[in-house]
């Protein structure tokens, strides 16, 4: 039944596609460029507008090294979907990705649907047809981004799950940070600090299919504190799109059924975050309510050292970006049993188990932020103390490196 509903799903889509490339004015106008354009154009820049890139290295690597190659020494093209860039992480992580293809004499196709879960298809429908070995997806929307996998398959091409699932098909491998971690790491700081009182309980974008394992990881610490009757949620809302501005909304509601009175809030991640400060300001209580997130963004590393959030569920995306095309690069060279080793869970996405590796996740604060964040290079001391007297800046050393490790509970 699954494998009929997967088939409909993808003749759905390819529909749809031919739709999409008969309404173009030969230009590519409907959103996607065609192909020999997609091939003679420029990069670009990682704003917003549909972006790809495609690198075609060499028979050396940039560093001088011997180039990554499949086993027959041909090039390795790996093929990377991006569901959006408006949040900062997703930018870096196109840029990480490139960085190390062009380090390693690899060919990489990067691409962002602009949080267009159907654009996202077509994307993936491309870069298959251009011949990748292996894609990787970081879903806009988890439930409908399986259907691609069969036409992967079809053409010899591996399926890895990036970050944010890819449901309802057959993916070969998923690659993330562990969500119900995160979620424990973002309810816990709050709770440490704040064990009583009224808390507003912000979630992500119901589209994304990591969110209910976001407050899975929540509830396992807020749960006890609700039932004894030391936390009590005022507000438990969903911010469509992972919205800042859903986000403010939201708060701003709460606040005032509440007449102010609240003492955390729960925001999903540092964007949604940002927009939970927002509306705390408006009302003096920035600095004194406290707020979470998630990813280590500029701006909420930077509202960390000010005081006004208290902390982030920290990502290492290097450690993710990096495995993640490794990993690539041993499916492409049929090194399966090297991959196999990294597994450290199976996760079910509504088609299998998919043998999942996960990354660790770190608590960052006002007191670890320098070693971590700073330290790593991951942003830079005078990024993260750009609101801080210049007189008040901590002497940090830069190592460039971050054991995670080290960090995690």
């Avoid at 996607?32 to 354009?37: D, F, I, Y």
């Avoid at 424990?184 to 440490?192: G, K, P, R, T, W």
């Avoid at 606040?255 to 809030?265: E, P, Y």
């Avoid at 960390?304 to 208290?310: A, D, F, L, N, R």
């Amino acid at each position: 039944m699954k494998k009929t509903i997967r088939l409909v799903a993808l003749v759905l889509s390819l529909v749809m596609c031919a739709v999409l490339f008969a309404a173009c004015d030969g230009s590519g106008s409907a959103g996607q460029a065609s192909q020999s354009q997609q091939e003679t154009s420029a990069p670009a820049e990682t704003s917003g507008a549909d972006t790809e890139t495609s690198m075609a290295a060499g028979s050396e690597s940039s560093t001088g090294g011997e180039a990554a190659t499949k086993a027959d020494g041909s090039k390795i093209k790996i093929g990377f979907s991006v569901g959006s860039t408006t949040e900062e992480r997703w930018v870096k992580e196109m840029e990480m990705a490139q960085q190390y293809c062009d380090a390693n004499g690899i060919e990489l196709i990067v691409q962002s649907a602009d949080d267009d879960a159907n654009k996202q298809i077509t994307q993936c429908q491309s870069m298959i047809s251009q011949g990748v070995d292996v894609l990787i997806v970081a879903a806009k929307d988890s439930e409908s981004a399986g259907v691609v996998c069969d036409m992967a398959h079809e053409s010899g091409t591996k399926v890895v799950g990036y970050e944010r699932g890819v449901n309802n098909g057959d993916v070969d491998y998923y690659i993330a940070f562990n969500p119900v971690q995160v979620g424990e790491i973002q309810a816990q700081m709050l709770v440490d600090r704040y064990p009583k009182g009224n808390y507003i309980w912000l979630h992500g974008g119901p589209e994304d299919g990591l969110v209910q394992s976001y407050i899975q990881g929540n509830t396992t610490v807020l749960q006890p504190l609700i039932d004894s009757g030391d936390i009590t949620i005022v507000a438990d809302q969903y911010c469509k799109n992972w919205s800042a501005d859903e986000a403010m909304k939201h708060t701003e509601n709460a606040l005032s059924k509440v007449n102010n009175d609240v003492v955390a809030v729960v925001a999903p991640n540092d964007s949604t975050a940002g927009g939970v400060v927002q509306a705390l300001a408006a009302q003096g209580l920035d600095g004194t309510v406290g707020v979470c997130g998630q990813d280590g963004d500029i701006a909420a590393c930077q509202r960390i050292v000010e005081g006004t959030q208290i902390g982030t569920a920290f990502k290492y995306l290097p450690t993710l970006n990096t495995t993640a095309m490794e990993v690539a690069v041993e499916l492409a060279r049929g090194e399966t049993d090297q991959v196999d080793a990294r597994v450290t869970d199976k996760v079910n996405n509504g088609f299998a188990d998919i043998p999942t590796i996960y990354i660790p996740v770190i608590e960052v604060n006002k007191e670890n932020i320098n070693d971590t964040i700073i330290a790593s290079g991951f942003h830079s001391l005078e990024e993260v103390y750009a609101n801080i007297p210049k007189d008040q800046w901590p002497d940090v050393e830069v190592t460039g490196e971050l054991d995670i490790y080290k960090y995690a509970k």
